[in-house]
C-alpha cells in the first residue's frame, strides 16, 4: 500500500512540476491571448534572420516600457530626437539632451541605434532656410548649413550608431511631379540628396547610409525611388540601403507588392530595411504625415475581433515574407512599443498597430509573428 502511494505520489509530482515548469508550452498556439512573453524577445526568435527594433521617445527609458524594450528588441531609433528641428532648433545651438539620453540607454543595454533622421521635409527647423530678413537662402548657404549639420551630428555619434536614415521621403505622392517640392528641393533642386550623403559618409565612413520613405509599395512611386536611387547609384553616392517605412494597414500591402518592392530595390544592390512597421487597424495607405493634430489616446473606438484578426493575417504574411527575403533584409523596426501611444491616435480616432497591447502584453499578432 505504502508502495502504491509512493510511486502514485511520484507520478503526480511529476506531471505537476512539468506542468508548471513549461508555461511556455502553449503560447505559441494558437496565438493565446493575455500570455506574457517568455524569456524569449522578438531579437531571440529573429536572431537568424534580422534585429528586430523600435522607434522610441525619452518617456520610453523607465519603468516597464523600458523592460519591455530591453527584453524583446536589440535596435532603437529615436522617433524624434535626432530629427534636425529637435537637435538644431537654432544655428548656434544644439539641443542634444533627448538624442543622448536614447543612445546611453542603447549602449547601457548593448542595443543598437539607427539615426533618423538628417535631410528631411517636415520637422526642419525654419532658421535653416532664411537669412536675418526672413528670406529664404541661396543654394549654397542652405547646402553649407547642411554639411555643418550633418557633419556635427553624425560626428557626435560616431561609433555608437550602426545606420542613418541619411535623406527621408524626397519623393512626390502626386504622379505629376518626381521630387517632393519642398524648401530644400526648392532651393537646391535635387542635389541636396546626393551632398547629404556625401557628407554623411565623409563624416562616419562606417555608417550604413539609407534613404527613407513611405507608399514604397504604392508602383509609381516605388518606380519613382527606383530611378532616384538607380542615378544616385550611377553618380557614385554613397547610399547603401533602402528604408521602406511600412506604415501598412490590415488590407495594405498585397504580398505581391511587398515582394515586388524588396526584390526591386534589392536588385540594385542596396540593403532593405523595413524602418517604421505599424498595421493600421483602418484599412487604406497611410501614407507618412499626420492628417490631424487632435490626439485619441483613450477615445472609445475599440479594437473589435475583426480588427485584431485582420492585423493578425496581414502581420503574418509581412513577417512571412520577410524571413523569406532575409539575405535582402537587414533589420526591421516598429514605430513606437506599443498600443499604449502611437503616431497614428494623431489621426484623429485610437489606432491600435503595434504588438503590444496598451498593457504591454502581446496581441495575438505577436505569436502570429514568431510563430514559425
Ligand atoms: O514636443 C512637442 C510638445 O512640446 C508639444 O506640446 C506638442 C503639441 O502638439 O507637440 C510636440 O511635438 C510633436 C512631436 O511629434 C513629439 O510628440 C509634434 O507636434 C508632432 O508633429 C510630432 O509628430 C511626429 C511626426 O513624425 C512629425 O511629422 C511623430 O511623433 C513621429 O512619430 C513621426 O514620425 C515620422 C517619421 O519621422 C518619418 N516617417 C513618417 C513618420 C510618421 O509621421
Known sequence: MKRYFLVTGIILLTAFGFTRL????????????NELPG?????????NYFPIGVAIAPRDLKGDEASLIISQFNSITPENAMKMGVIHPEENRYNWKDADQIVDFAQQHHIGVRGHNLCWHAQAPRWMFRDSAGN???KEVLLQRLKEHITTVVNRYKGKLYAWDVVNEAIADDSAQFYRNSLWYKICGDEFIAKAFEYAHAADPKAVLFYND????????RQKIYTMLKKLLAEGVPVNGIGLQGHWSVNNPSKEALEKSIELFSSLGLQVQITELDVSVYGGHQGGQLVSSGFHRDTASAFTPEMEQQQLEKYKMIFDVLRKYKKQITGVTFWNLSDRYSWLDGRGRKNYPLLFDKNLQPKKAYWAVVDF
Open 22 to 33: 513549461r508555461p511556455g508550452k502553449k503560447v505559441n498556439e494558437p496565438y493565446c491571448k
Open 39 to 47: 524569456e524569449k524577445g522578438l531579437r531571440d526568435y529573429y536572431k
Open 136 to 138: 529664404l537662402v541661396s
Open 214 to 221: 513611405y507608399n514604397t509599395e504604392v508602383p509609381a512611386k
